[in-house]
């Protein structure tokens, strides 16, 4: 027969038959209407209301960290519906969802968010290491989840975020390679050909992202002046499909002033879109599908930038974004500094300019440091013999005699 023992305040305690003491709090209902029950053991009965009165604690710092039987699943959906999609850019929430859906829930949906551990988490790591995916997929992770378990902080759902305790996968960023001169001209030839085979001329040559140059029309653009301004990029949502945006940050937003290569491939488009039909004032995309849209990202990879990549004898590990790299290493070569470089590119951070492009900047300081050597090389002075300020022995003397 177990022995029960009630004090006020103390919750239902009572000691079992095998001697262990036990303890029950109520915690209410949950979101579903079932009734809520905390149970605590011990070997005594002060260890029990030790742990009823650190139970107590915590819920009235945290009314809903016992409370309910959420999964990390559950809450998971319920962050990426009602505040990242409503109060992030679309691009960000889907970027979140996919990362929650591929490489987060095949791992910890069934969880209870209230008994997720770091632990736990350092276990879900090393599963996706030993699954195959790499330090990059896995970094992913960490971080949405922790912003997703941040967020369950501030709603005190959990009491701190577990998170903190792993450790980022160490990522060794991969250097792209940009091209050479001579590639260059080779990809602006295969160009030529394409209804809108420009798009890739000006990439290059202006730095801009594949998405702004979707969203790029022609009010945009000023042949005459020879500058064209960045204003909105392309987005495309999973199951909404493509919608225009400003750029995330007042840096991408920005004006962007044309070589003569880009104003050649624009003036080029720009005829290609009169044959077409595709007048500015029907069709105001510079670079729109052959239905006058915007272009997907999918169909333009392989309609347009692989063909013409493989005509151009570019190999298939370079990317469209590296023609963007391209720019940044042809103004370093050129000379321009990389504040310049930063703000061409749009990029809000110098610091991320420098960490991209460090690699290339080691190239165009051994460029400049061999055109320092020249210019500082001492040239060896021209004496004429026999002569004193110009003029020879004999003028000499007869200019003193004067």
């Not at 140059?213 to 009010?219: A, I, N």
Request: positive net charge.
């Amino acid at each position: 027969m177990a022995k029960k023992a009630r004090a006020a305040g103390e919750g239902n305690i009572y000691q079992r038959d095998d001697g262990r003491w036990v303890g029950r709090l109520s915690l209410g209902k949950d979101s579903n209407g079932t009734r809520q029950r905390k149970v605590v053991y011990g070997r005594t009965q002060a260890e029990v209301l030790s742990k009823l009165d650190s139970l107590r604690e915590q819920r009235s710092s945290n009314p809903k960290s016992l409370l309910g039987k959420d999964t990390v699943g559950a809450y998971l959906k319920r962050w990426l519906e009602n505040d990242v999609e409503i109060n992030s850019a679309a691009n960000t929430y889907v970027e979140y969802e996919m990362t929650v859906r591929l490489y987060v829930n095949p791992y910890l949906s069934a969880e209870k968010l209230s008994s997720l551990d770091a632990e736990k988490l350092v276990a879900w790591q090393a599963r996706m290491s030993r699954d195959g995916h790499s330090a990059n997929t896995r970094l992913r992770g960490v971080r949405v989840l922790r912003n997703a378990l941040n967020k369950a902080v501030k709603l005190q759902l959990i009491r701190s975020n577990p998170m903190m305790a792993v450790d980022k996968p160490r990522v060794s960023r991969q250097q792209r390679i940009p091209l050479e001169k001579e590639e260059c001209f080779r990809l602006f030839d295969a160009c030529a050909a394409h209804r809108v085979g420009d798009i890739l001329t000006l990439a290059a040559m202006t730095g801009l992202r594949k998405r702004e140059l979707f969203g790029l029309e022609w009010s945009a653009v000023n042949l005459r002046e020879g500058v064209l301004s960045v204003r909105r990029t392309v987005q495309e949502v999973r199951k909404k499909g493509l919608s225009v945006k400003e750029p995330k940050t007042s840096h991408g937003r920005r004006a962007i002033n044309l070589g003569k290569q880009a104003i050649q491939a624009l003036e080029s488009r720009l005829k290609k879109a009169l044959d077409e039909g595709f007048d500015p004032e029907s069709v105001p995309l510079v670079f729109p599908s052959t239905n006058g849209k915007f272009y997907w990202g999918s169909n333009f990879d392989r309609n347009v930038w692989h063909p013409i990549r493989e005509a151009a004898g570019i190999p298939e590990s370079f990317t469209f974004h590296d023609l963007r790299h391209t720019q940044a290493s042809l103004l370093l070569y050129s000379g321009a500094d990389m504040k310049v470089i930063q703000a061409r590119l749009g990029h809000s951070k110098y610091e991320t300019t420098a960490n991209l492009y460090t690699h290339l900047l080691q190239g165009a300081q051994a460029e400049a440091t061999s055109k320092l050597d020249e210019m500082m090389t001492r040239k060896p002075e021209k004496k004429l013999v026999g002569t004193f300020g110009g003029h020879t022995d004999d003028e000499k003397k007869a200019s003193v005699t004067d």
